[in-house]
């Protein structure tokens, strides 16, 4: 029992002096937003609440890993109708679905502060590969991390059933990030 | 003597405005009964199109009023002159009142107008909730008040057609009966 103490002591001394390259998000400063067209009417949405594990140093993006964690229930639109029809079955199913996820497969450094990264998206019971482009930008203590993705809402089936028409409501939806983070390694 | 028939253009204008209106209000009161749908959608955009048209028609009928002289009056008790041309100018006013506070209304409640889904209007407020409530309460009760004056002035002209028999309708009418102008 001693010696499994004393083990876990070094253990712990040991990853203490390890360079650690964990980040942990500022959600204060972090946004995720998004915006389709109701019959050409840009519509904005955003997501209030949101997580993530972040592990990235900029010398070493193969070996980083990205979970980001995304509340679907704290989807937030400036209309209440909107808002009230977003969290239902046909959109985004909030009661089955609570959450979405994008966890990063691989991450390849693309120029100067840039990075392209290949994840799965967990997203109303479909999994898909996508690719996101990201950059990176130190402010101070802050790396903020931006980028964006197009996603084809009905290859998730938000927007089941009569809304499917894409006349009424486009396929395409931009999605637009910006994650502050703190305790990334400089590049 | 001065004409009492109102220009082919006018006429045009005044048949044109008033379908669009009778329908943008019919429209207005229908949808939004409508549960959320893809139909309600539709109807609040085919709604807001036609505000919009109905709004650029009276900028060019204003323009044509301000340039052109109206017919003569028909000889009426003074009280009714004044309240039909009361009445014609407070319908002018509502004429911009109304689609300008829907256009608000639709900028406040954060969706932009895109006139036929191709043609983006500016917003002529911020998206904000709360004044989206007061524009909504404003829109609602400036439609109301124009379908009441509307309402009046289609009285009176039956009034003055059926009652004072004095062809008022001719006025407006693009083909007249010869016989009921005299």
Request: net charge positive; charged share 15%.
């Amino acid at each position: 029992m001693k010696s499994l103490v004393r083990m876990a002591c070094c253990a712990s001394a040991l990853l203490a002096f390890l360079p650690s390259h964990a980040q942990k998000l500022e959600p204060a400063q972090s946004e995720i937003s998004f915006t389709f067209k109701q019959m050409g009417v840009p519509v904005e949405g955003r997501f209030a609440t949101f997580a993530g594990q972040f592990s990235f140093d900029p010398k070493k993006p193969e070996a980083g890993k990205v979970v980001l964690t995304i509340d679907t229930g704290s989807v937030r639109f400036g209309s209440p109708d909107t808002q009230g029809e977003a969290v239902k079955a046909e959109w985004f199913n909030v009661a089955k679905f609570p959450q979405a996820t994008l966890e990063s497969t691989t991450i390849v450094a693309a120029g100067a502060g840039k990075y392209d990264l290949t994840g799965k998206l967990s997203l109303k019971g479909a999994v898909r590969e996508v690719r996101v482009p990201v950059t990176l930008a130190r402010l101070g203590a802050i790396t903020v991390a931006t980028g964006g993705l197009t996603l084809k809402r009905l290859e998730f089936k938000i927007g089941d059933g009569d809304w499917s028409d894409t006349s009424m409501v486009a396929n395409e939806v931009q999605v637009k990030f910006k994650l502050a983070l703190s305790g990334m390694a400089a590049p | 003597m001065r004409e009492t028939r109102y220009s082919q253009t006018a006429m045009a204008i005044h048949w044109l405005v008033a379908l669009g209106i009778i329908a943008a209000i019919a429209m207005g009161v229908y949808m939004v009964a409508l549960p959320m749908s893809p139909a309600r959608l539709k109807l609040f955009n085919w709604h807001k199109w036609l505000g919009v048209s109905i709004l650029g028609l009276s900028v060019v009928r204003l323009v044509w009023r301000l340039t052109h002289r109206p017919p003569a009056d028909l000889p009426m008790p003074i009280w009714q002159l004044r309240a039909a041309h009361v009445a014609h100018w407070v319908m002018y006013l509502l004429f911009f009142a109304v689609p300008l506070s829907g256009w608000a209304y639709s900028s406040a409640a954060g969706f932009p107008v895109v006139v036929f889904g191709m043609l983006p209007l500016p917003d002529l407020v911020p998206p904000a909730a709360p004044l989206a409530v007061v524009l909504k309460a404003l829109h609602v009760t400036l439609a109301f008040s124009l379908g009441a004056v509307v309402a009046l002035h289609v009285v009176a002209v039956i009034k003055h057609q059926l009652v004072d028999r004095d062809g008022i309708l001719s006025r407006m009418n693009p083909w007249p009966i010869r016989n009921i102008e005299v």
